[in-house]
T-cell receptor, first 111, second 117 residues
Framework: GQNIDQPTEMTATEGAIVQINCTYQ??????LFWYQQHAGEAPTFLSY????GLEEKGRFSSFLSRSKGYSYLLLKELQMKDSASYLC????????????FGTGTKLQVSP | GAVVSQHPSRVICKSGTSVKIECRSL??????MFWYRQFPKQSLMLMAT?????????EQGVEKDKFLINHASLTLSTLTVTSAHPEDSSFYIC?????????????FGPGTRLTVL
């Protein structure tokens, strides 16, 4: 099984930087995905980490520490359209993502 | 990236009727498809995992006879909500995983909003 913990809500202003943390306890952990979900829409893939360290992809970066069971998603130069829920999804052994998600962090970006 | 479609995007039905939702992977072969349900302001809840050509694996608390899943081909899975009731009203989302590709990214369909009157 697995336990996933993320903050429920966060607020930030346009142009700022925000870090969304995720801690997890996952048996047979193999990697971690981050997804973005706008209200009323399905999630979209943002990033994937399997090794420790920071993966940068444009304005979004994701960090993983396997030993600490910890990841974060870093969003830079925030835009209004970044207001969404961000879902942390660890996946387990066999490289098979069962499809278990955290409750998500709802980010509200204000002008 | 890979594209997954769902049909219909929105459906309204009367209580007691059955509704079928289709999930298709458009540009890849999906060895595994997942079905989720999401109630307003709540997280995604995995309902079942479907592998092509075999029976779906349902999560605890999900009624197999009520939520019929068929994954007959590598590009199509269907979810049928039988004898729907108002409490089944929800946002149903499918996702597909391409076999043999690392990482095993899930690609989500746009979702189907079901309203049972």
């Amino acid at each position: 099984g697995q336990n996933i913990d993320q903050p429920t809500e966060m607020t930030a202003t346009e142009g700022a930087i925000v870090q969304i943390n995720c801690t997890y306890q996952t048996s047979g952990f193999n990697g971690l995905f981050w997804y973005q979900q706008h209200a009323g829409e399905a999630p979209t893939f943002l990033s994937y980490n399997v090794l420790d360290g920071l993966e940068e992809k444009g304005r979004f970066s994701s960090f993983l520490s396997r030993s600490k069971g910890y990841s974060y998603l870093l969003l830079k130069e925030l835009q209004m359209k970044d207001s969404a829920s961000y879902l942390c999804a660890p996946y387990a052994s066999g490289g098979y993502q069962k499809g278990t998600f955290g409750t998500g962090t709802k980010l509200q970006v204000s002008p | 990236g890979a594209v997954v479609s769902q049909h219909p995007s929105r459906v309204i039905c009367k209580s007691g009727t059955s509704v079928k939702i289709e999930c298709r992977s458009l540009d890849f072969q999906a060895t595994t498809m997942f079905w989720y349900r999401q109630f307003p302001k709540q997280s995604l809840m995995l309902m079942a995992t479907s592998n092509e050509g075999s029976k779906a694996t349902y999560e605890q608390g999900v009624e197999k006879d009520k939520f019929l899943i068929n994954h007959a081909s590598l590009t199509l899975s269907t979810l049928t909500v039988t004898s729907a009731h108002p409490e089944d009203s929800s946002f149903y989302i499918c996702s597909a995983r391409e076999g043999g590709i690392f990482p095993d990214t899930q690609y989500f369909g746009p979702g189907t909003r079901l309203t049972v009157l």
